[in-house]
């Protein structure tokens, strides 16, 4: 099971969102997930337990999440994600989305 809400709420805000396109390529926090486009990469972090769910969060191809698009409670879900590999989840993994 996936926590879906972040992406859903990155894609809403995507819509609600003006203002410049980040640049491609610049640092961590500014990936190649544009405004008003349909992210086609997802960043898993797959949970060590089958109990627990994990994340899943729009990047582009490289992994970089747009911190810019996350709402504060996906941003805060992102960083505990990062912290918590190795401990209470695997390594993440970019994955085409459909």
């Not at 709420?9 to 396109?21: D, I, K």
Request: with cysteine; charged share 30%.
């Amino acid at each position: 099971m996936w926590l879906s809400e972040e992406l859903i709420e990155a894609r809403r805000l995507q819509g609600a969102r003006t203002g410049p396109r980040p640049e491609t390529g610049a640092s961590e926090g500014h990936g190649d997930v544009s405004l008003g486009e349909k992210p086609r990469f997802e960043l898993r972090y797959r949970s060590v337990s089958m109990h627990r769910p994990g994340y899943a969060f729009a990047c582009d191809a490289q992994g970089r999440v747009n911190l810019d698009l996350l709402s504060e409670r996906a941003r805060e879900n992102y960083f505990y994600a990062r912290a918590m590999v190795g401990l209470d989840l695997l390594q993440p993994e970019v994955v085409p989305t459909s």
